[in-house]
Structure formats: C-alpha cells, structure tokens
C-alpha cells in the first residue's frame, strides 16, 4: 500500500542542511531529517521544481502489507459450486 505524498523541505529544527551530490547524482538524507520525517528504507522521494525553481520534494511512505512476505500458493481446482448447496450461498 502506497501513502499519501508528504511535502516538506529540507530543512531540520536546527535550520537548513546541506549534503553533497555525489558523481553518481546520490544525496544522503540527514538522520536526523529522516527520523523526524519517518523515512525508512524502500520509501520514494518524489522530486519536482516550481517556476522559482525550487525543488520540493515529497516524501512516499512504502508501508509493507502484513501479506507482502507470504508466498502465492496454488490450491488447484475447488469443489465450491458443489459445497454450496450443502452450506448454502451467501
């Protein structure tokens, strides 16, 4: 399941942070910002820029589903049609 977008800015309590772009165009979130935010691994950041080019980013919370670790399994053909008429139809 997908949460809502968060928007925010990169900014912490103590004031604006900087990180360094790396030649692989990857930034590091500070810890403290990703504490307060919530950001865990697997979470999207979702970068866009404004006319004033701004560069808003909205967070995207991947919040696993208590069913994401289960594997499918096949059950093959039921019987359904047939147990109906002895449990009844709901």
Same mark, same amino acid.
């Given at each position: 399941?997908?949460?809502?977008? *968060? $928007?925010? $800015?990169?900014? !912490?309590?103590?004031?604006?942070?900087?990180? %360094? *772009? !790396?030649?692989?165009?990857? *930034?590091?979130?500070?810890?403290?910002?990703? $504490? $307060?935010? /919530?950001?865990?691994?697997? /979470? %999207?950041?979702?970068?866009?820029? /404004?006319?004033?080019? &701004?560069?808003?980013? @909205?967070?995207?919370?991947?919040?696993?589903?208590?069913?994401? /670790?289960?594997?499918?399994?096949? +059950?093959?053909?039921? &019987?359904?049609?047939? +147990? @109906?008429?002895?449990?009844?139809?709901?």
């Amino acid at each position: 399941m997908v949460g809502e977008p *968060v $928007r925010t $800015r990169l900014a !912490s309590d103590q004031g604006p942070q900087e990180t %360094k *772009v !790396s030649d692989r165009g990857m *930034v590091t979130i500070p810890a403290d910002l990703r $504490r $307060r935010l /919530d950001i865990e691994p697997g /979470d %999207k950041l979702r970068w866009t820029t /404004d006319e004033a080019e &701004n560069l808003p980013v @909205e967070i995207v919370h991947q919040h696993e589903s208590v069913f994401d /670790d289960f594997e499918p399994v096949d +059950v093959g053909e039921t &019987n359904a049609v047939e +147990v @109906e008429g002895e449990f009844g139809a709901e």
